[in-house]
Nanobody, 125 residues
Framework: QVQLVESGGGLVQPGGSLRLSCAAS????????MGWYRQAPGKQRELVADITSGGRTNYAHSVKGRFTISGDNAKNTVYLQMNSLKPEDTAVYYC???????????????????WGQGTQVTVSS
């Protein structure tokens, strides 16, 4: 029905930059919020940033001023530009989306929460 595919992860040195992308596909008829979470080894998954279809953004305190989230409603895609990366940013980054979708069996519409498989970001010298 709905699939989220992340890309752009990799290995980068401290102070470097990386840009993540997440594209949602399927029977999508509306977007409430799309965002990024991350989970580092030994830690709980945490919200990094999210954005509403109207462009309102929200950031974790630890990434404010360094990360920028943006989206393209027409393409059902969200991006995360990560600058001034630190070793503590190392984590698996997961795309999340709250979407209006159509049930394939009933044809009715509802809001659902979806996750991507994650992409590894490693910040190390």
């Amino acid at each position: 029905q709905v699939q989220l595919v992340e890309s752009g992860g990799g290995l980068v040195q401290p102070g470097g930059s990386l840009r993540l992308s997440c594209a949602a596909s399927g029977s999508i008829f509306g977007i409430n919020t799309m965002g990024w979470y991350r989970q580092a080894p030994g830690k709980q998954r945490e919200l990094v940033a999210d954005i509403t279809s109207g462009g309102r953004t929200n950031y974790a305190h630890s990434v404010k001023g360094r990360f920028t989230i943006s989206g393209d409603n027409a393409k059902n895609t969200v991006y995360l530009q990560m600058n001034s990366l630190k070793p503590e940013d190392t984590a698996v980054y997961y795309c999340n989306a709250d979407l209006k979708v159509r049930d394939s069996q009933s044809g009715s519409f509802y809001w659902g929460d979806y996750w991507g498989q994650g992409t590894q970001v490693t910040v190390s010298s």
